[in-house]
């Protein structure tokens, strides 16, 4: 009598899911719950680059320059984007406006980027109460941290809308929009 054993090979498909967006967007809360949801790891590319270096992301830029953490910061994405893991990474809000790295992110295999597109007044509502732990915003009253906001997103837009796909934010909860990326994501297999 024989047997056989019919193996059925699965191809695995390795995704790493961009969240991107400019601070206070929701990044790193929405990034959490869907790592959560999808029982994949969640990794903050500034909490990583503070990792390798030993040093806190304001303390890079005041000791060894935007320049330095911007080759870094570079550097430490190509790293993640190589890994043949699954893992939801949230960028930080300047990420994609520099060193090319939309152009690395959307030319990586396995690889799904997500605008999470969100309004100046929402952002601005967010940030007040997290001025001092933002050095840039740190002295703005809140007129000034409208227009701040206003001017980097114009500034920033033209590479955030590089990303595969865009989610409008500002009147969905944080389930809501964790929702939305499945479905893209169900969509993407």
Same mark, same amino acid.
């Given at each position: 009598?024989?047997? +056989?054993?019919?193996?059925?090979?699965?191809?695995?498909? +390795?995704?790493?899911?961009?969240?991107?967006?400019?601070?206070?967007?929701?990044?790193?809360?929405?990034?959490?719950?869907?790592?959560?949801?999808?029982?994949?790891?969640?990794?903050?590319?500034?909490?990583?680059?503070?990792?390798?270096?030993?040093?806190?992301?304001?303390?890079?830029?005041?000791?060894?320059? /935007?320049?330095?953490?911007?080759?870094?910061?570079?550097?430490?994405?190509?790293?993640?984007?190589?890994?043949?893991? @699954?893992?939801?990474?949230?960028?930080?809000?300047?990420?994609?406006?520099?060193?090319? @790295?939309?152009?690395?992110?959307?030319?990586?295999?396995?690889?799904?980027?997500?605008?999470?597109? %969100?309004?100046?007044? %929402?952002?601005?509502?967010?940030?007040?109460?997290?001025?001092?732990?933002?050095?840039?915003?740190?002295?703005?009253?809140?007129? /000034?941290? =409208?227009?701040?906001?206003?001017?980097?997103?114009?500034?920033?837009?033209?590479?955030?809308?590089?990303? @595969? =796909?865009?989610?409008?934010?500002?009147?969905?909860?944080?389930?809501?929009?964790?929702?939305?990326?499945?479905?893209?994501?169900?969509?993407?297999?």
């Amino acid at each position: 009598m024989f047997f +056989f054993l019919i193996f059925v090979v699965h191809k695995i498909n +390795f995704m790493k899911i961009i969240l991107l967006g400019y601070m206070g967007s929701g990044k790193s809360t929405v990034g959490k719950l869907l790592a959560e949801e999808k029982a994949i790891p969640f990794i903050d590319l500034d909490e990583y680059i503070e990792s390798q270096i030993g040093k806190s992301i304001s303390k890079i830029f005041e000791e060894d320059g /935007e320049i330095f953490f911007r080759l870094k910061e570079h550097e430490y994405l190509k790293e993640l984007l190589n890994k043949a893991d @699954n893992f939801v990474l949230s960028l930080g809000g300047g990420t994609p406006c520099y060193a090319g @790295n939309m152009d690395v992110i959307n030319t990586s295999e396995n690889v799904v980027s997500i605008y999470l597109r %969100t309004s100046i007044q %929402t952002i601005s509502e967010r940030l007040k109460n997290e001025k001092n732990s933002r050095p840039l915003l740190a002295n703005l009253n809140d007129e /000034e941290l =409208h227009e701040f906001i206003a001017k980097h997103l114009f500034e920033r837009s033209f590479f955030y809308e590089q990303a @595969n =796909h865009k989610i409008t934010t500002s009147d969905k909860t944080v389930v809501e929009i964790v929702s939305t990326i499945k479905a893209i994501l169900l969509n993407k297999q």
